[in-house]
T-cell receptor, first 112, second 113 residues
Framework: GDSVTQMEGPVTLSEEAFLTINCTYTATGYPSLFWYVQYPGEGLQLLLKATKADDKGSNKGFEATYRKETTSFHLEKGSVQVSDSAVYFCALTHTGRRALTFGSGTRLQVQP | EAQVTQNPRYLITVTGKKLTVTCSQNMNHEYMSWYRQDPGLGLRQIYYSMNVEVTDKGDVPEGYKVSRKEKRNFPLILESPSPNQTSLYFC????????????FGPGTRLLVL
């Protein structure tokens, strides 16, 4: 079955540092890929998505590129802020499926 | 304001004592789901509903029940809770067709002693 693997956290960075959170997946065919963010005390929110190989999803300064050859969808941001502190989930689904398959989540802590 | 609400937000109970976690959405969405979030496992779908009176099992349905008598409400029922159901629970809703545009509730943290 499908699976998503994320790097272990927590990731602790200083403000304005460069962020990378690794995500790799195992799936048949060509799934759609997503990053969700969960701020403290809140539910998950869709951050960005990519639906086909080589697509780049972007939002709020975050980016991720769908790499079919390496089955990866790494999340990056050039300069993190304290307000980016949250848990980030990588996820995938296939067209017509009823649910997402989530990774285990990576906690990001940004220090001033 | 578009939102998904859950109650209670925190709950401590004992093994075997029936409980219900309520979920309500004000967006007239057809689809609603329940997930549980456990450390190292991400989110796993428990049950989902495609519309009133239409429900189906997700990936981890054992020990849970749901009902969908009204479009806006989708309660999660634990008839006889056990300690392995200690978890963080999320309700989510979405319009039909696009699974990734889910709106999540704030979560219910459950501890079963």
């Amino acid at each position: 079955g499908d699976s998503v693997t994320q790097m272990e956290g927590p990731v602790t960075l200083s403000e304005e540092a460069f962020l990378t959170i690794n995500c790799t997946y195992t799936a048949t065919g060509y799934p759609s890929l997503f990053w969700y963010v969960q701020y403290p005390g809140e539910g998950l929110q869709l951050l960005l998505k990519a639906t086909k190989a080589d697509d780049k999803g972007s939002n709020k300064g975050f980016e991720a590129t769908y790499r079919k050859e390496t089955t990866s969808f790494h999340l990056e941001k050039g300069s993190v802020q304290v307000s980016d502190s949250a848990v980030y989930f990588c996820a995938l689904t296939h067209t017509g499926r009823r649910a997402l398959t989530f990774g285990s989540g990576t906690r990001l802590q940004v220090q001033p | 304001e578009a939102q998904v609400t859950q109650n209670p937000r925190y709950l401590i109970t004992v093994t075997g004592k029936k409980l219900t976690v309520t979920c309500s959405q004000n967006m007239n969405h057809e689809y609603m789901s329940w997930y549980r979030q456990d450390p190292g496992l991400g989110l796993r779908q428990i049950y989902y509903s495609m519309n009133v009176e239409v429900t189906d099992k997700g990936d981890v349905p054992e020990g849970y029940k749901v009902s969908r008598k009204e479009k806006r409400n989708f309660p999660l029922i634990l008839e006889s809770p056990s300690p392995n159901q200690t978890s963080l629970y999320f309700c989510a809703s979405r319009p039909g067709g696009i699974v990734e545009t889910q709106y999540f509730g704030p979560g219910t943290r459950l501890l079963v002693l």
